[in-house]
Each structure stands twice: as C-alpha cells, then as structure tokens.
C-alpha cells in the first residue's frame, strides 16, 4: 500500500514538473518570438494584451484538461465545427505569425526566384495545408 502511494507520488511529481518545464519553454518561445504582440497586430486590437494573453491561457488549459481527463463536451454538431473552426483559426493564426516574425517566406521566394510572386508561393501553403487535412480528415481517420 505504501509503495503504490509512494509511486503514485512521484508520477504527480513528475508530470507537474514536465508540464512546468514545457510550458515555460512554449511560453519564452512565443515571448522571445514576438507571436503574441504579432497577433494583436494582426486582429487590430493593441489595446487589451491582458485579455488576448488571459484568453490565450484560458483556452490552452481547458484544452489540456479535456485532453488528459478524457472528458467531452456534448453540444452537438454544430457546436463541434465553431469548435474546429476557431481552433483552426487559432493554429493558423499562430502559424503565420511564426513564419512571418521568422521571415520564412521571403527567403523562400528569393531562394526559388519568386520575388514578385510571394502572394501566390503563400496562396499555395495555404490551399496545400488545406488540401492535406481534408486528405487526412476524409480519407484517412476511416
């Protein structure tokens, strides 16, 4: 009995410290990037940082508590596609914030002789991303 209790102390131990220590080094890497002040750009809203930042946490924790409790959300369909359409926006939101404070596109487009042509090499991204999680959503999670 004490050996479960001793070993089901140190599993908590562990996993707290592992998620302090990647949720600190997701958290340097969006300050050290930039992203977030990128994204209040984006949206036009410079005004409330504390809220975008506040909501920003809000969401990635209640994401982490419904991953690892195994608990659902039963609202129905409609309610599962606003669900994937703002995390979509989201992760696209935050991807193209990380390609463009690291400037990933206008080197590409100067390493292949694109130079006049970055609206459509970043249209391509785009509808590739797009073709690939139809491709994987309709095909392959059967």
Do not use: C
């Not at 696209?92 to 404070?101: D, F, P």
């Not at 990933?104 to 090499?121: A, Q, T």
């Not at 797009?130 to 309709?138: H, N, R, V």
């Amino acid at each position: 009995m004490m050996t479960i209790i001793l070993y089901k102390s140190f599993e908590i131990v562990v996993g707290l410290s592992s998620g302090i220590v990647i949720g600190s080094a997701f958290l340097a890497l969006l300050t050290f990037l930039g992203v977030i002040p990128r994204l209040m750009q984006w949206v036009k809203n410079t005004y409330n940082g504390k809220a975008f930042t506040a909501s920003l946490l809000i969401g990635t924790l209640y994401g982490t508590y419904l991953t690892f409790t195994g608990s659902s959300i039963m609202f129905g369909f409609p309610f599962l596609v606003v669900w994937g359409l703002l995390q979509g926006i989201f992760n696209g939101m935050l991807v193209a914030a990380l390609v463009e404070v690291l400037h990933v596109f206008p080197m590409i487009s100067k390493r292949l002789g694109l130079r006049d042509k970055i609206r459509y090499l970043m249209m391509a991204v785009v509808f590739g991303k797009i073709a690939g999680s139809l491709f994987q959503w309709l095909y392959l999670a059967k």
